[in-house]
């Protein structure tokens, strides 16, 4: 059994088909043993002996047989056969379901968990989360309620009627279980132990996989296959030397648990062996109190597997519980509205900004407004906080009150969720789904209209190309479908935000691939989105030259802000890079 924080709740909720599997399992351990006694009755008469029926002497005859011992054992084996089945049914069933409510569980609170976390933790060791720890739950739980009602109720049964036939051997046999039970409890804490690391190997192997495949043309234009095997080699057989160490313990165990059953059936024969020749036991009482302590061999066996399964059990609950009390730490704050319909304003106002990581100031004392509708290029450097200024504004980290507002609504007082709903967004890294053209067209919405996915297509000059591919804008991409150019991709992905209709337009980079014709296309198309606020961060001064407003940031401040020709006029260093850009054009051109 397992027992933790996140799946106490499951055994309340699971209760009454627990109950009920509990039920069918007394009832077969209950109707097992009376087998033993069936064995005792036909040995006792073929031997001639007494044969005792509920304490009273039977005559031994075909009507007997029938009567006391094959309709007893057609019963029994019915009894058996129906409640193995539903007890079974019951605490697998269970399992199952409580590993798929947790599961949602997980996920669902992975998708809270800021930037922050995946950055520490890698997709590797999120995924033997969803799948080894998992299962290891799952079987923990269905098993270890089993093991641990059978070992009860079997255990305590069958040792009740071995003490009823004799006070003293039971006493004897007993001894080698104590030592198995203190032998376990010991070794089943070095077997969690083990596999906590044993876990932790597969999870970094997981990782550098992973990282692998995403990472395998830079591998080979590097030609560095060699080296990446080698690496992937060491990690291979630092998880098998865990995974052997951790087989060797369990194995340790169950011998352990074949030794004591083995030296008790020794204690059992030569005792028993010895009453039988003293006449206080018949041939038939020997055979019965055998087949009682064979009902206990499970329960032994069961008490060490329990052992084994909840140390494992502990373990991946453990590491599943460290994911589910991860801290979501960019939440709404109590009481917090949405925000009404957006018109498109947004203020930053002396925002300072370090990463929860970071050592330095990131953004130092950014201000600067952005009408409703207006269109603002960012430039810098790279790494000047570009992208930063815009995660912000996406609510991806927390900001400091009173520092970034939308239609003058502090970002704070309102909801994360009304805010990203009122952007459209172009990532740096315009990720698509393996799914259809289509379908990552129309992200936003549950539905696909075509035609809005067409318009969305033709505005972000993509709609021609999609039309060549034979399935047009059914074709599948990614690692399902076709693989499409980086232009392409930044295309599609462009005219998934144009789709969403948000008052606010965010595009980061977005034009970076596209030759500068289709990049005047795009932009042209933009501006005839009445009322839309953009803002393009761009390394290209051509491309935001003939924007409303462009921000010049430098190291964290902004430098400058302005139409592109007071700036060229007004400030120097903006005027270095434009005129820096255009040597390097020139240079290219020639
Ligand atoms: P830009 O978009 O102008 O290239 P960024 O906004 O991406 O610049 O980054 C600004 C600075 O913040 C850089 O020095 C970068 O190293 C740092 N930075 C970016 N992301 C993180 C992060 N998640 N944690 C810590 N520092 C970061």
Redesign the pocket.
């Known amino acids: 059994m397992i027992f933790g924080k996140y799946i106490n709740k499951y055994y309340l909720k699971n209760a009454p088909i627990l109950i009920l599997g509990l039920a069918a399992l007394i009832l077969v351990d209950y109707f097992q043993l009376f087998i033993p006694e069936l064995y005792r009755m036909v040995i006792n008469g073929m031997n001639g002996d007494p044969v005792l029926v509920n304490g009273q002497a039977a005559v031994f005859d075909m009507e007997f047989l029938l009567d006391q011992v094959c309709r007893p054992m057609i019963i029994t084996i019915i009894v058996m056969v129906v409640g193995r089945f539903l007890w079974r049914v019951c605490f697998f069933g269970s399992a199952i379901r409580v590993v798929t409510d947790l599961r949602t569980c997980m996920f669902a609170h992975s998708k809270e968990l800021s930037?922050e976390y995946y950055?520490v933790n890698k997709v590797g060791n999120l995924m033997s989360l969803y799948t080894n720890d998992l299962d290891t739950v799952q079987e923990c739980f269905g098993d270890g309620i089993l093991m641990f009602c059978d070992a009860l109720f079997l255990g305590l049964l069958a040792v009740i009627k071995m003490w009823r036939m004799n006070h003293f051997l039971t006493g004897l046999s007993m001894i080698p279980m104590a030592f198995l039970m203190a032998a376990g409890t010991t070794l089943g804490k070095y077997l969690m132990k083990k596999w906590e690391e044993r876990q932790a190997a597969f999870s970094e192997l997981s990782d550098f996989a992973q990282e692998n495949y995403s990472g395998l043309a830079v591998i080979k234009a590097f030609v560095k296959e060699t080296k990446e095997l080698m690496m992937f080699r060491r990690l291979n057989r630092e998880n098998e030397d865990i995974n052997v160490e951790y087989t060797k313990i369990s194995t340790l165990l169950n011998i352990m648990v074949t030794l004591f059953v083995e030296s008790v059936i020794c204690v059992i024969l030569g005792y028993g062996g010895y009453l039988v020749y003293c006449g206080s036991f018949d041939a038939g009482q020997l055979v019965e109190y055998i087949g009682y302590f064979s009902a206990v061999v499970w329960p032994i066996m069961a008490v060490s597997m329990l052992i084994e399964k909840t140390s494992r059990g502990k373990a991946s609950l453990n590491r599943i519980t460290e994911l589910l009390d991860a801290k979501v730490d960019v939440k709404d704050r109590g009481g917090v509205q949405d925000l009404p319909s957006i018109h498109g304003k947004i203020e930053f106002r002396n925002l300072t900004f370090r990463?929860p990581?970071?050592e330095y100031d990131?953004l130092k004392n950014v201000s600067f407004t952005i009408e409703p509708g207006e269109s603002v290029g960012i430039v810098?450097k790279?790494?000047?906080?570009?992208?930063?200024i815009v995660d912000l504004l996406l609510r991806t980290y927390n900001v400091p009150d009173g520092t970034l507002f939308i239609d003058d609504h502090d970002v704070n007082t309102v909801s994360i969720h009304s805010v990203r709903e009122g952007c459209a967004y172009v990532p740096q890294d315009n990720f698509l789904f393996s799914d259809s053209i289509s379908g990552n067209i129309s992200f936003a919405f549950d539905d696909e209209n075509q035609e809005a996915i067409e318009d969305a297509a033709m505005m972000s000059d993509v709609h021609d190309n999609i039309a060549e591919f034979k399935e047009g804008y059914r074709t599948v991409l990614g690692e399902r479908g076709v693989t499409v150019s980086g232009g392409q991709k930044q295309r599609i992905s462009i005219a998934r935000a144009l789709m969403k209709h948000a008052p606010i337009l965010i595009l980061d980079d977005s034009v970076s691939a596209v030759d500068t014709k289709t990049e005047r296309t795009i932009l042209d198309n933009l501006k005839k989105r009445e009322g839309l606020t953009t803002i393009l961060i761009a390394h290209r001064i051509s491309t935001v030259e003939q924007m409303d407003k462009i921000v010049f940031v430098e190291d964290g401040e902004v430098h400058a802000v302005g139409k592109h020709e007071d700036l060229y006029r007004t400030c120097t260093a903006y005027r270095k890079m434009v005129d820096l850009q255009k040597l390097e054009e020139e240079a290219g051109e020639e």
């Open positions: 930037q950055q990463y990581d970071g990131v810098g790279t790494g000047s906080g570009k992208t930063t």
